[in-house]
């Protein structure tokens, strides 16, 4: 199976800050990654997925990046409404397996 | 619009059975291979497994193969997990999702439904 490994696992940011979050994979995924906001209480929303193409409608503030074993997402101009955790998630193989999180806190 | 709804869940006994069905609406049903994937109260996302469009083949994560089956209904739109077996560790908050497996703008999650084991 393949493990993804985000960090940091929380953070602490203000508004209007710019943050990024990293999400390593235990083996090449090429470009097969998707990244998730969940805020509490609420399903997942998708934002990205093929690594760095964003879902519609999500605005162009949420950016990812890379490929083979090493992703980010970068969020800039931090608001209220994207205080939220973030899970990447790899669809190269089955079993599909989720990052474990990253719990983003207004500071 | 797209919409997924879960429903089933609830509160039983160890070792019981249960099945939750997710009704898909908005978009062609038969033509999606579709998911499901948990969350245990405080804790992330994990993938439980896949049915193929057509029903043809499953795929399950190792924690769940023996004991989840998935099914569809391809003419009720809908989607279905049962749960054999059920233990303590299986109290999550049970999702339905399309496409999450390819490079899709099509990916979509229900709103989930929450299951509970305990005596």
């Known amino acids: 199976d393949i493990q993804m490994t985000q960090s940091p696992s929380s953070l602490s940011a203000s508004v209007g800050a710019t943050v990024t979050i990293t999400c390593r994979a235990s083996?090449?995924?090429?470009?097969?990654l998707a990244w998730f906001q969940q805020k509490p209480g609420k399903a997942p929303k998708s934002l990205i997925y093929?690594?760095?193409t964003l879902q519609s409608g999500v605005p162009s503030k949420f950016s990812g990046t890379g490929s083979g074993t090493y992703f980010t997402l970068t969020i800039s101009s931090l608001q209220p409404e994207d205080f939220a955790t973030y899970y990447c998630?790899?669809?190269?193989?089955?079993?599909?397996?989720f990052g474990g999180g990253t719990k983003v806190e207004i500071k | 619009q797209v919409q997924l709804v879960e429903s089933g869940g609830g509160v039983v006994l160890p070792g019981r059975s249960l099945k939750l069905s997710c009704e898909a609406s908005?978009?062609?049903?038969?033509?999606?291979?579709m998911h499901w994937v948990r969350q245990a109260p405080g804790k992330g996302l994990e993938w439980v497994g896949i049915?193929?469009?057509?029903?043809?083949?499953?795929y399950y994560a190792d924690s769940v193969k023996g004991r989840f089956t998935i099914s569809r209904d391809n003419f009720k739109n809908t989607l279905y997990l049962q749960i054999d077996s059920l233990r303590p560790e299986d109290t999550a908050i049970y999702y339905c999702?399309?496409?999450?497996?390819?490079?899709?703008?099509?990916?979509?999650w229900g709103q989930g439904t929450a299951v509970t084991v305990s005596s």
């Open positions: 083996q090449g995924i090429s470009n097969y």
């Open positions: 999702a399309r496409d999450l497996h390819s490079s899709s703008p099509d990916v979509t």
């Open positions: 093929a690594a760095s």
């Open positions: 049915i193929w469009y057509d029903g043809s083949n499953e």
């Open positions: 908005g978009f062609t049903f038969r033509t999606y291979s």
């Open positions: 998630q790899q669809y190269n193989s089955f079993p599909l397996t």
